[in-house]
């Protein structure tokens, strides 16, 4: 069954510190991946997503995101943080366009002002 | 505006108790989704439903049941053989099933009294 993991469960770095966000999945054909932010009481929204094409997708509020195949990896990164980057962050994997799809367990990422 | 309305926020059963979380969506969209979040192990869906009258078992299904009468509702019961029930409800849809999850709703929270 396809898996997705988040390396960190918790993440604290201070503003203007540089965020790197690992997920990893399991399944090893054709995906399509997302990255998806909670913030405090607030909806879950979409992020980024990648479907094909260049591997490093840009996405809302400076967020970026590699996709490296041979890693079965699809990081998350930002240059420069902000307080009110202050959430919970999911990766999510869908195999086949839109089957199967399964999100990993979440990375709480707390930024100091 | 347009969204998914979850309702109630907060919900408490007792045991042996049938509980009914709703959602409701004005969007138009086809395919609706049930995911439950437990802490560390991010979203793990329920059911889903890729058009009326038709709904499908997700990951973790025993214990739940869903309808789809409407296309712009989709109750989830909680019956009193899911024995682990605490948790936070998600609901989520989509354009169509080929599509990720585009609009989540606030949530409800299910507690055991």
């Known amino acids: 069954a396809q898996s997705v993991s988040q390396h960190n469960h918790h993440v604290i770095l201070s503003e203007a510190a540089s965020l790197e966000l690992g997920c990893n999945y399991s399944y090893g054909g054709t995906v399509n991946l997302f990255w998806y932010v909670q913030y405090p009481g607030q909806h879950l929204q979409l992020l980024l997503k990648?479907?094909?094409?260049?591997?490093l997708v840009k996405g809302i509020k400076g967020f970026e995101a590699e996709f490296i195949k041979s890693k079965f990896s699809f990081n998350l990164r930002k240059p420069s943080v902000q307080w009110s980057d202050t959430a919970e962050y999911f990766c999510?994997?869908?195999?086949?366009?839109?089957?199967?799809?399964?999100f990993g367990p979440g990375t709480r990422l707390s930024v100091l002002p | 505006d347009g969204g998914i309305t979850q309702s109630p926020k907060y919900l408490f059963r007792k045991e042996g108790q049938n509980v009914t979380l709703s959602c409701e969506q004005n969007l138009n969209h086809d395919a609706m989704y049930w995911y439950r979040q437990d802490p560390g192990q991010g979203l793990r869906l329920i059911y889903y439903?890729?058009?009326?009258?038709?709904?499908q078992k997700g990951d973790i299904a025993e214990g739940y049941s869903v309808s789809r009468e409407k296309k712009e509702s989709f109750p989830l019961t909680v019956t009193s053989a899911q024995k682990n029930p605490t948790a936070f409800y998600l609901c989520?849809?989509?354009?169509?099933?080929?599509?990720?999850?585009?609009?989540f709703g606030d949530g409800t929270r299910l507690s055991i009294l």
């Open positions: 990648y479907f094909s094409g260049d591997p």
């Open positions: 999510a994997v869908t195999q086949n366009y839109g089957q199967n799809f399964v």
């Open positions: 989520a849809s989509s354009i169509s099933r080929d599509h990720q999850p585009q609009h």
């Open positions: 439903s890729q058009i009326v009258n038709d709904f």
